[in-house]
């Protein structure tokens, strides 16, 4: 199956997925549940939040307890202010919310939080303490994980040089500073280093990124290595080279390492490596029935990473099927 093929069968498996949570809220099933709990998603589109809610789903069909209900914000700040809106009227148990930006959701989540529903934050923090539980990976640790690798790959600590692009996620995401501050903090001690763009943001999409990496080529003769703040950034900082001729000259860094994703093209040698993220969908539902249960829960849940290159993708695919 084509690399473009693939993203677009994660879009249409996560719209498919969603349609399906919310049918499941309005029949008579839903009547005999304990826990009405409700899931504010920013997108389906990208592979990773396809992921998200494919866990997340598979977490609630081991709780006959919990009616689902999951949302797509669709991308758009204000319709997914709309949907915790609309959530907060169904009155649901529990809100569990990953925000697009940081800052678009923290008037409504302060209003469930204000209407006595605990909130779960997951995968992107908002601009307020009040939630419950915040459920996510550390970006700056992965970060700081990829910029010692690129230190690494151009030539080791103190000794490092080498041109480099670095494609931001969302400029108004908390994730994407943070990869960028932890990067930073390896990159910066070595004076070989050059960064050849300002804040470039892709919006963590793949098409964006070809395009910032397309104008990057035109202008430098000499592209070391890009810093893709996800994978399929990342990936269409590779097409972008590919197409022309020159991205065997180039290290691509991503982050996210779905298997069936940033673990594929590391395994087709396509991308260097990635650092997993792994989703926060069946821990944030684990921690709210939790909660719901009247157990305590932590007010920070941080999920692993790991670096995968070429050297263990292989073995990755292999223990997933692929």
């Known amino acids: 199956m084509k690399r473009r093929d693939m993203l677009k069968l994660a879009a249409v498996t996560a719209a498919l997925l969603t349609t399906t949570a919310l049918l499941t809220s309005g029949n008579a099933y839903a009547q005999d549940k304990k826990w009405k709990i409700g899931f504010s998603q920013v997108t389906t589109i990208e592979p990773w939040r396809a992921q998200f809610n494919k866990d997340i789903l598979a977490e609630a069909a081991k709780h006959p307890e919990v009616e689902l209900i999951v949302t797509d914000g669709e991308d758009k700040t204000e319709k997914q202010v709309a949907d915790v809106e609309n959530l907060i009227r169904q009155e649901v148990d ?9 800052a678009g959701l923290t008037g409504v989540v302060q ?18 303490q009040d939630y419950t539980q915040f459920v996510g990976g550390d970006n700056k640790l992965i970060g700081r994980a990829a910029g010692e690798y690129a230190v690494e790959l151009l030539g080791g600590k103190g000794k490092a040089s080498g041109n480099v692009v670095e494609i931001w996620g969302g400029m108004g995401t908390q994730p994407a500073h943070d990869r960028h501050d932890g990067f930073h903090e390896f990159t910066d001690k070595e004076p070989g280093i050059k960064y050849l763009l300002d804040q470039q943001s892709g919006d963590w999409k793949q098409d964006q990124a070809y395009n910032i990496m397309a104008t990057a080529l035109r202008n430098n003769e000499k592209i070391d290595l890009v ?11 590779y097409l972008a080279a590919k197409d022309v001729g020159r991205e065997k000259d180039i290290k691509f860094i991503g982050i996210d390492g779905l298997p069936n994703e940033g673990v594929t093209l590391v395994n087709n040698g396509e991308l260097t490596a990635t650092f997993t993220y792994v989703t926060p969908g069946a821990e944030g539902l684990r921690q709210a029935i939790k909660f719901l249960n009247g157990e305590k829960v932590e007010k920070t849940i941080t999920l692993p990473t790991e670096k995968i290159t070429k050297e263990n993708a292989a073995q990755i695919l292999k223990d997933n099927g692929l």
């Open 94 to 102: 529990a809100l569990l919310v990953s925000p697009k930006e940081s």
């Open 111 to 128: 209003q469930a939080v204000d209407a006595k529903i605990p909130v779960f934050v997951l995968d992107r923090n908002v601009e307020t």
């Open 227 to 237: 810093y893709g703040h996800n994978d399929p950034m990342a990936y269409g900082a």
